[in-house]
């Protein structure tokens, strides 16, 4: 497994201003996520944070509105960006490591955000 | 791309008894099939995974089976316990896809 650690844990923030939530994992990985879960829904990914270079983003988030910064291989940052209520969701960092010959992706304990 | 049913939405059963969770998926080429329970105010934990080169796979009180000809899989939870009460995700990846794609989430709750 990994041992996954996410600061914040929750946090209460005004709209029009920014948060940055922190992942960290207990040793190196091969990716890193990130996913949306807002309340009582599934979860949707964001984007992959790419060691080195830029996140990877999927349909209908954009680096302005969640910048992402992945500086080595145990940690992760993602920023929501001029929030609004709408953002009030749940975020959580995932990461992919070889579990014998295989991929296996675990989750972290989630930052819950409320946006007022 | 993938798309992943889930079913049912909601699921009771008395404690002691068996549940069982539904999947379908869309992408014929999806070999990888893992569950996930969530409890309330945690992060989903990933509790047992299937790939496309077995048909049952089981860890004591938990058994995943999958049916690639008619694409879908199921998790079946036996003799029931309170602790059992989550919310459980299915979902599923293909080997051209470096992510997976979630379910909608079954919330099950079990009754004493």
């Known amino acids: 497994s990994a041992v996954i650690s996410q600061k914040p844990s929750r946090d209460i923030c005004q709209r029009g201003t920014s948060l940055t939530i922190q992942c960290q994992v207990d040793s190196q990985v091969t990716m890193m996520f990130w996913y949306r879960q807002q309340p009582g829904q599934s979860l949707t990914l964001i984007a992959t944070?790419?060691?080195?270079?830029?996140?990877?983003?999927e349909s209908g988030f954009v680096i302005d509105k969640f910048p992402i910064s992945r500086p080595n291989l145990t940690f992760s940052t993602l920023t929501v960006s001029n929030m609004s209520p709408e953002d009030s969701s749940i975020y959580l960092c995932?990461?992919?490591?070889?579990?014998?010959?295989?991929?296996?992706?675990?989750f972290g304990p989630g930052t819950r955000l409320l946006v007022l | 791309g993938e798309n992943v049913e889930q079913h049912p939405s909601t699921l009771s059963v008395q404690e002691g008894d068996s549940a069982v969770i539904k999947c379908t998926y869309s992408d014929s080429a999806s070999n990888y099939f893992p569950w996930y329970k969530q409890e309330l105010g945690k992060g989903p934990q990933l509790i047992i995974d299937i790939r496309s080169n077995v048909g049952e796979k089981k860890d004591q009180r938990i058994a995943v089976t999958l049916n690639k000809t008619a694409k879908h899989f199921s998790l079946h939870i036996t003799e029931t316990q309170p602790e059992d009460s989550a919310v459980y995700f299915c979902a599923a990846s293909s080997p051209s896809a470096s992510k997976i794609i979630f379910g909608s989430g079954t919330r099950l709750s079990i009754r004493p």
């Open positions: 944070a790419n060691q080195g270079s830029e996140a990877t983003y």
């Open positions: 995932s990461v992919s490591r070889l579990a014998g010959r295989e991929e296996t992706q675990y």
